[in-house]
Structure formats: C-alpha cells, structure tokens
C-alpha cells in the first residue's frame, strides 16, 4: 500500500537547527515525508489556517513568538493538528507546559538521536488520531446518556399523572369520608408526588442544560417581583418547620435584564435548599441590592443560619453531579441537581454565582442579574450607518380584547405568537423588537424601534398588518390587534460627545415615547 | 343548565378514570377512547362540547387526531384541549398552530385544569383559591 506523504510543517529560525532537521529527514525513505520550512510564528498560522498540514514541528524560541503563546496560536488556526514542540536543553520545564497545552511531544534540539524524529513524528499522530475518536466515543455516549434520559424522564410523567389524580381524588373526598389518620398519610403521599415531580423536572432540566436547550427569555423584570413570589410560596415550609422566612429589599430596584420564570426558579431552589438545611428556630433572609463591586449589576443574596458548608466544598457543591453524603443530613431529599441548574440558569442571563459558607455558621448564596438597560439593547441600531432622511420610529403594537377582557393565559399565547410575526418583519440591522417590559397591565402592548425612513416605517407596519391578517390564531373574534408607528425628533450627536452617552440620550428618548404611548393606551 | 359532555383521549385507562371521577365531581359528562380512531368515531357520534386529547397516542398520534378532526366541517368546531408529558418548548407551537386552544403538561394541577376547561367551554372562572406550598406544576 502506498502511503500518502505525511505533510510536515517546521517552524524554526535558526538555520543551522533547520539543516539538522533536514537532514535527519532526508534519511527516509523519499516520498515519506514532505516538509514545509517557515521561519516566523506569523506565516506558520497563515499555512496552518490553509489546512493539508498533518504534523507541525514547532521551535518556542521564535522571533515572533513567546514561548507557550506559540503553542497556543497553532492550537487556534489549526485545532486538528498534533504538534510536537522543539527546545534547548535548559527548557525541559517549558516543554513539560508546552504539553500540558496541548502538544503531544516535546524533542530536545542537539539531543534527538538518529531515525527518533520520525517515529516521534509517526507516535504523535497516532496518540493524537485515538485521543480524537475517544472523545468522538465520549460525546456520543453523552448524547445517547441525555436522550435516554430524557426519554425515561418523560414516560415517568404519566403514572405520575395517575398517582396524583387518585391521591387527590382521596384527600378531596370524592370517594368517601376519611379519618385523621387516612387524611395524614395521604397528605405524606401527596407531598412525595410533588417531590417526584420535582426531580423528573430537575432531571429534564438537566438533560436540557446538556443538549444546550435551556429557554432563557430576556426581559425586562423586577426580581422584587420573583422574591416575594418565592417567599411566598414557600412561607408554608418554612412555618412548618419554625424557621423564619423573611426579604429585604432596597427601595425601588431597578429592573433586571432576565428571565422572570428563570429567577423564580433560582429564587426557589436557593431559599428551598436554605430551609432544608436550617434546623428549627433559625432564619432564612433574602436580600437584593446594586452590587457594590459593579453597579451594571443587581447582588442577590439568600442567607440562612443552618449547618453551612466546609470551605473545600464551596466550589464542588455546583456541580451536578455533587451530593451531600454527611449521615446527619436526615430528611435530605431530592437529586441535588438544584445547585448545578442555578449556576447554569445565572450564568445564561449573564450572571455569576458562588457561596460563602463555615460549618455551623451558617451561609450565604449570592448571585448577580444584569441590570435593565434600554441603552444595550438599541445601541447596536445606533452603530448602523446612517442614510440621510433616516430617523428613529417606535413601533407599536397593541394587543387586546373587544370586551376588555384578556386571561393572563390567552395573552401569554398570543403575544408570543405576535412577538414572533412581529420579528419576522424587522431587519436585523436596523430594527430592534424590545423585549417585554410590562406584563402588569391588562393591554399587552409589544414595542420596536425601527431606524428608518417616513415610507420605510410605513411599509414594515403593513408587512406586520398583513402577518396578523394570515395568522389564523391571531384572527380569532375577540381579539383585536393595533399597528402604530411614531417618529422621534432627530437627536442629533453633539461634537466630541462619548457613543455611550449619545446612545443613552436616545434610549432616553425612546423611553419616553413608549411611556406616552402607554399612557394614552390606558385611557 | 345542561350538562357538557367531554370526551378524553388518552391510551392510559388509569388516567382515564382518574379524570373522570374529577370531572363527574364538577358536573360534566365524561365519554372515553383510547385511540387515534376511537376518537374520531366518539367524536362523530356523540358531538362532545370538548375533547381532551393526549399527545402520546399509540399509532397515529395526537397531531394526526387534530388533522383530521380540522379535516371535518362539524368536527373542526369542537374546542380540544392538548395533554401531553412532553415540554411545552417542544410541542405547544405546533399543537396551537393545529388548533389546539390549550396545551397543558402532565401531570396537571387539578385546579388549573379544571380553570383551563372552564375558559375553553366559555363558562365563568371561578374564585382563584391561595396558593399552598407549591414546586413545580402540581
């Protein structure tokens, strides 16, 4: 079988090393091997980034190139290939970082003995061939793992379903009368099915986070809103269990940039986790404040007086694998999947997470939220090349009911499906769909900026006309939907002004618009 | 006021019964079938005021059901409601692209089912009672 030349890259500038390299190839057999000599780091990455090159020898010691960084920069224009790093004889350390990096061997210049080179060339591409279809095998296992999982996970949901019909048909006595005792143990079913439940979910979720499905839906949100839903939804267990549940927030938060149906769930999971591990009579506190250390940021905080966690622990208890094994912790339900969902949920809107925490001393999860800013979310528009005649629109859509009347449900379903039409419409450059900024009011209104002229906001307001018009769902008799467009003055950039205050002045000004528009639409 | 029959279509004959029990308990008539073509037919002969339909049908899923129920002139007209174990992410698009006036995950609050039916049937929603110590859906 003939073989195909292996293409080998060598990039080393002193000439003199290069004449050995050489000649050590040039005992081969020909056609074995074929070489490509570079002498600079910069052409190496540029012939590396064409592709076709199988093995690279690399000298650290290049002019225009340090050391590890080399290593790094053929890593990043050619991740597929395996390289074999060369040095002097005083760097045998820098060769052992070199691999830890990344490179599969290292070779001592004046040390290489006869017919090493190539069968160190042919061991690299071999280890550097099996490493690849390892983790090719891993990643499918993985796969194969999520899909199974998720799978199980759904078919649990069905006798699920049955348990808990009967379990409540029972305890709502729709069967019969019941004493004390059958009341009681019923309720301890009912309370196993809900923690069922709650783990299928975590598992699901689990398997979502893995398969990178994780919904996040940005919006604009008050987290005040989501703690004192939490608290209020588990004010229950924590009086069940003597522990006070209380909140503290500032006044008047600004809003978050972030997922409300996410921040309930970190919400939830922290302050739950918080009351399991507090014995009776402590105290589980959640605070939401500006985060001193960056104030484009929220700093939320769920304290509690429980057992806390050692410090070589911190880090580990996010991770999903992680269980506590400490024999005390009776009562310890659930999959311990919480912590590991929450870090992912945070980090998706942007956030961090960690925990300060000392055995018996309780501890204190924090965790950060973007803060709302119309600013970031028009000023990629704002960058966009301006023709002349072209100014800023507030598009508007509102949507209600003829009787007044809309079910939060219903809303939910159609503005989603308007959301969707509605973006379909803009362009990616010059318009922006706004994310939801007001789920109170009884009129859903859905907001756009357009940067454009008077006919071009004309014509997207009848493309969007015309997508309700085909929308059957959206056709249906009670329901009423409203276009509308107004332009903003010109605000004009003044001389030697920063982008990020100019792009501040017109989300000023836009928020304006939408404040008067809300206004008029609520009378 | 005469009472609304509905039909429920699910393969499970557990949560078949525990449905009907629940409905029977709140006034409404509650006629079975456990298949794509049962349903159909129960559907055609008994004119139900409101089907609830489970997504995980064997053989000819719930989506096909829908298909051919929008299919027939007299049938269309009946409001279904979608169960299903699946994700809302996945599934509640296209269940409301296919007419569906509601998609509801299993296993299901009894309280929100029940307000989900009354919406569907046009019937006046009841006091909400306070929430209770409550994870998830249930």
Aim: overall charge negative; some cysteine.
């Amino acid at each position: 079988m003939i073989e195909k030349a292996l293409q080998v890259l060598v990039v080393e500038d002193n000439a003199g090393d290069a004449r050995l390299l050489r000649e050590m190839f040039s005992k081969e057999k020909p056609g074995s091997f074929e070489l490509t000599h570079l002498l600079r780091m910069s052409e190496a990455v540029i012939r590396l980034a064409n592709g076709g090159v199988d093995i690279v020898l690399l000298d650290m010691g290049l002019p225009d190139g340090h050391g590890l960084d080399t290593v790094r920069q053929a890593h990043a224009a050619a991740p597929g290939v395996p390289l074999i790093v060369l040095t002097g004889l005083d760097d045998e350390a820098l060769a052992a970082e070199a691999m830890k990096e990344g490179a599969q061997d290292y070779l001592i210049k004046g040390q290489i003995e006869n017919r090493a080179l190539p069968r160190a060339l042919r061991h690299a591409i071999e280890r550097h061939r099996m490493q690849t279809e390892t983790d090719l095998i891993r990643t499918d296992q993985m796969k194969f793992q999520d899909e199974f999982l998720s799978h199980v996970s759904h078919e649990l949901r069905s006798p699920l379903t049955a348990i808990y019909q009967f379990v409540t048909i029972l305890l709502d006595r729709l069967a019969g009368e019941l004493n004390l005792e059958q009341h009681e143990y019923l309720q301890i079913v009912l309370r196993n099915i809900k923690q069922l439940q709650s783990m299928i979910n975590d598992l699901l979720e689990v398997t979502r986070v893995q398969a990178g499905k994780l919904t996040i839906e940005l919006q604009c949100t008050s987290i005040s809103d989501a703690i004192t839903y939490t608290v209020n939804t588990l004010q229950g267990a924590a009086t069940a269990k003597g522990i006070t549940l209380s909140a503290d927030m500032g006044c008047r938060l600004p809003s978050t940039n972030a997922d409300p149906t996410r921040l309930q769930q970190i919400l939830i999971i922290l302050v739950d986790n918080a009351i399991k591990f507090t014995p009776t009579g402590g105290a589980v506190k959640v605070q939401a404040r500006v985060f001193e250390e960056d104030p484009g940021f929220l700093l939320v905080e769920v304290s509690d007086t429980g057992c806390g966690i050692s410090p070589d622990m911190t880090e580990r208890i996010f991770e999903h694998l992680y269980q506590i094994t400490d024999p005390g912790q009776a009562g310890r339900k659930g999959l311990g999947l919480g912590l590991y969902i929450s870090k992912e949920l945070v980090a998706r809107q942007r956030g961090k997470i960690w925990v300060s925490s000392e055995p018996q001393k309780g501890s204190h999860f924090f965790f950060t939220v973007p803060i709302f800013s119309l600013a970031s979310w028009i000023g990629p528009i704002l960058m966009h090349e301006k023709n002349p005649g072209d100014a800023i629109a507030v598009l508007a859509v509102e949507i209600g009911s003829r009787d007044g009347r809309l079910s939060p449900d219903v809303r939910k379903e159609k503005s989603h499906l308007a959301r969707r039409l509605l973006q379909q419409c803009l362009r990616p450059d010059t318009d922006v769909l706004l994310p939801n900024m007001d789920s109170a009011g009884v009129r859903e209104i859905l907001f756009a900026v357009v940067y454009t002229q008077e006919f071009g906001a004309e014509v997207i307001s009848e493309r969007i006309q015309r997508q309700f018009q085909h929308c059957e769902q959206l056709q249906t008799a009670d329901l009423t939907l409203a276009v509308s467009h107004s332009f903003l003055a010109p605000i004009s950039r003044v001389k030697g002004e920063s982008t990020e205050t100019f792009v501040e002045q017109v989300a000023a000004g836009i928020q304006d618009r939408i404040n008067s528009i809300r206004l008029q639409r609520s009378i | 006021m005469s009472q609304k029959t509905i039909l429920i279509v699910d393969d499970d004959p557990d949560v078949r019964l525990g449905l009907r029990v629940r409905l029977k308990a709140n006034n409404y008539n509650v006629i079975f079938a456990a298949d794509g073509m049962a349903s159909i037919a129960e559907a055609r002969k008994r004119k139900p005021d409101l089907i609830i339909l489970d997504l995980g049908l064997p053989a000819g899923d719930g989506f096909s059901v829908m298909e051919r129920l929008e299919a027939n002139d007299s049938l269309s007209l009946i409001p279904v409601i979608v169960v299903s174990a699946r994700d809302r992410e996945a599934n509640m698009d296209r269940a409301l692209k296919a007419g569906a006036k509601a998609f509801l995950q299993k296993p299901v609050a009894n309280a929100k089912l029940l307000a989900v039916i009354r919406r569907v049937l046009g019937e006046p929603a009841l006091p909400e009672k306070p929430v209770v110590h409550d994870l998830g859906s249930l």
